[in-house]
């Protein structure tokens, strides 16, 4: 879609708020990176005999090592992409500018709301699925600021779609989609918060809580990976698979849909309300398939396995369809579950390492990264998090239990003390992969920053 002469002062705007959602979702990395290191080493079999550590840090540094990595990461790199497809729907122009700089403020100012509960000998950390909690008023406070930020990146974002535009682009059309299934977990979270006014705080409320919701933002995820898939593909086709990403698309959007009926239909916070959320998790598979299957059907010959985009694509493929195979042998309880599920995220935040590389730092304006340098970054993630995929869910084929480490694990076999070893090594190589991303990243955003940068943005913006 053509310039049309837009001003450059938009333009300007269009990329300080891009570098803003970038600079906080690699900060966000970064801090996930850390706690996920300190945790990959409480869980190597005898470590605790070797540090000491602190009492309840495995808890709370699970906490923020999942919430950074899966909650924050995920959410700054979707309110790159709602910007992104906003400029390209309308070019030049900022529709209601103020949102958007209110929703970058607020990502901003929920980082240490988030992180520094943590560090005070205050707050009991709950496990609960998807969003876990640090009971702490700071903590909530922080969970809400984030959310409602990236609710106006949403808005912002829904102000400009037309449906005859998003015809014409697909990956557009599903970030456009995440965009409204944003708004569908905002709404249940809304409804499950106002159900459990006046309740005492504890796993229980946090479970409830962030149960529907939760489910619901895996929607958002998913549409995101459908999205990256299908940019990071672009080159590499012989065409576009525009039927696959709208039936994929269509397939999410309308799963998601059905999320809140569950709140009127059934009775509120029941077992048959909890098991219809999980239900609906199905649809990923199909979506994903699909979205897989046209990708991979249309791909051109020799694969170019020397490009960084394209090995980010064919990681990401990998791994989410291993994390999702191993979803379907688990029980809740064991460590076959994180193992399903590190490999679903592994493959999410490979294409979005891949959309870094292909698309967001060329719209910054930044010194574009070796190609070496990221298929070093990308190989040691990918097979790092394969591996330690793979340990889990070896140790918990023979009963590893979930969210604990050290003695309390009780390895007692060495099916279970081997599989933990192995994520152990896994989880480290993968840890580096991301800390060298990290570190690539800083480094770009460090050195373009000292200076003047007067590359001109593309007068054509696409995903």
């Not at 930044?366 to 993630?381: E, G, K, N, T």
Request: charge should be positive.
């Amino acid at each position: 879609m053509p310039d049309n002469g837009a001003s450059l002062a938009p333009r300007a705007g269009f990329r300080r708020e891009l570098t803003g959602w970038a600079v906080l979702a690699v900060g966000a990395l970064g801090i996930a990176g850390v706690f996920a290191f300190l945790l990959a080493l409480s869980r190597v079999p005898g470590i605790e005999a070797v540090f000491p550590w602190p009492v309840g840090f495995f808890h709370k540094g699970l906490v923020i090592h999942v919430v950074f990595s899966f909650v924050v990461w995920f959410l700054a790199v979707f309110g790159a992409l709602t910007l992104i497809v906003r400029e390209r729907l309308a070019p030049g122009r900022l529709p209601v500018d103020s949102l958007g700089k209110a929703a970058l403020a607020g990502g901003f100012a929920a980082l240490p709301l988030l992180f520094v509960p943590a560090l005070l000998d205050r707050g009991e950390p709950t496990l609960n699925n998807y969003v876990p909690v640090i009971i702490d008023p700071l903590y909530y406070c922080g969970l809400a600021v984030l959310a409602l930020a990236v609710g106006c990146t949403a808005v912002r974002l829904l102000l400009v779609v037309r449906l005859r535009l998003l015809r014409r682009d697909p990956p557009c059309a599903a970030v456009a989609s995440a965009a409204l299934v944003y708004l569908i977990a905002l709404a249940c979270f809304a409804v499950a918060l106002s159900t459990l006014a006046g309740s005492a705080f504890s796993f229980d409320f946090n479970e409830r809580l962030m149960w529907g919701g939760g489910h619901a933002l895996q929607f958002v995820n998913a549409l995101m990976l459908v999205a990256a898939w299908a940019a990071l593909s672009a080159p590499y086709v012989r065409s576009v698979p525009t039927t696959a990403t709208s039936a994929a698309n269509t397939l999410l959007v309308l799963a998601a849909a059905v999320l809140p009926v569950f709140y009127l239909a059934l009775p509120m916070f029941s077992h048959e309300q909890t098991a219809a959320f999980t239900w609906m998790q199905y649809a990923f598979g199909p979506a994903a398939a699909i979205m897989a299957a046209g990708v991979l059907n249309r791909l051109a010959r020799p694969w170019p396995w020397r490009e960084p985009a394209f090995l980010a694509l064919a990681l990401s493929l990998l791994l989410f369809g291993i994390g999702g195979g191993l979803g379907l042998f688990v029980d809740g309880t064991d460590t076959r579950t994180p193992a399903h599920y590190h490999g679903v995220i592994a493959g999410i935040t490979l294409a979005f390492f891949g959309l870094f590389y292909a698309r967001i730092l060329p719209l910054l304006g930044r010194p574009r990264v070796s190609a070496l340098r990221m298929r070093l970054i990308l190989h040691l993630f990918a097979w790092g998090q394969l591996a330690a995929s793979i340990g889990l869910f070896i140790a918990g084929g023979h009963g590893a239990p979930r969210k604990v480490a050290g003695d309390a694990q009780g390895l007692s076999d060495t099916a279970q003390i081997a599989g933990m070893a192995l994520n152990g090594l896994g989880g480290l190589i993968a840890i580096i992969g991301g800390i060298l991303f990290v570190w690539t990243m800083a480094a770009v955003f460090l050195r373009a920053s000292s200076m003047t940068n007067h590359t001109a943005l593309p007068a054509e913006i696409r995903l």
